[in-house]
């Protein structure tokens, strides 16, 4: 019996261990100041994403185009959270329950941040905050990069996945699409205020002549 119950509390050891290294390794810390300060703190979202894509092409602005549409996407992506997902969302605000800390709670983790970067390479990140508040206790970040292409005849730019990745360790595309198949693609799509987003090529094209 003390060989059994010596076995039993190794092998929950391993485990324990286990879990721990295995969230160690993609552990990343995402808190409110990492995200764009002056968008989070404006009220209309909406319209600022309009001017910001209105702005896309205006020549004479200082700005290059990358910067625009780094500007443009986390209005965008604001806008989608307060209309479609979670109009309490306040993360820079003094409200300190969950609905207006968390974009989406689940009984399996919660989505707290979710803001756009540019790279030096002139790719646009996206990067998504995960928490799993119960144990195993989880606390990480979702990178998506995107490539970008601009098209001035329509005045238009496209978004398309060069990779994904979890804190710093690269998601294969066959992982990647093996999660997507469990999601409601269509739900994600109909969330987003701006542009068209395709989940089977993982694209995201937004032209100002689609824009009322």
Do not use: W
Not at 106 to 122: E, G, K, M, P, Q
Not at 146 to 163: K, Q, Y
């Amino acid at each position: 019996m003390k060989k059994l119950l010596f076995f039993i509390l190794a092998l929950l050891a391993f485990l324990v261990i286990g879990v721990q290294v295995i969230t160690s390794a993609i552990n990343e810390t995402i808190t409110k100041e990492d995200l764009p300060q002056a968008v989070y703190q404006d009220n209309t979202p909406f319209d600022q994403a309009h001017s910001a894509l209105q702005d896309f092409f205006d020549v004479n602005s200082e700005e290059d185009n990358y910067s625009k549409i780094e500007t443009f996407m986390n209005y965008m992506i604001y806008d989608s959270i307060k209309e479609n997902l979670n109009e309490d969302y306040n993360p820079l605000g003094e409200c300190e329950t969950d609905v207006c800390r968390f974009i989406i709670v689940t009984d399996h983790a919660t989505i707290d941040y979710a803001f756009a970067t540019l790279n030096d390479d002139d790719q646009i990140v996206l990067t998504i905050s995960v928490k799993r508040l119960s144990y195993p206790t989880v606390e990480t970040a979702v990178h998506l990069v995107f490539d970008v292409t601009i098209n001035e005849l329509d005045a238009s730019f496209t978004l398309t996945l060069n990779h994904a990745k979890i804190a710093d360790k690269v998601i294969s595309m066959t992982i990647l699409d093996t999660i997507m198949s469990y999601v409601d693609k269509q739900a994600i799509e109909d969330s987003i205020t701006y542009g068209e987003l395709d989940l089977d090529e993982y694209t995201l094209t937004v032209s100002l002549l689609d824009i009322n």
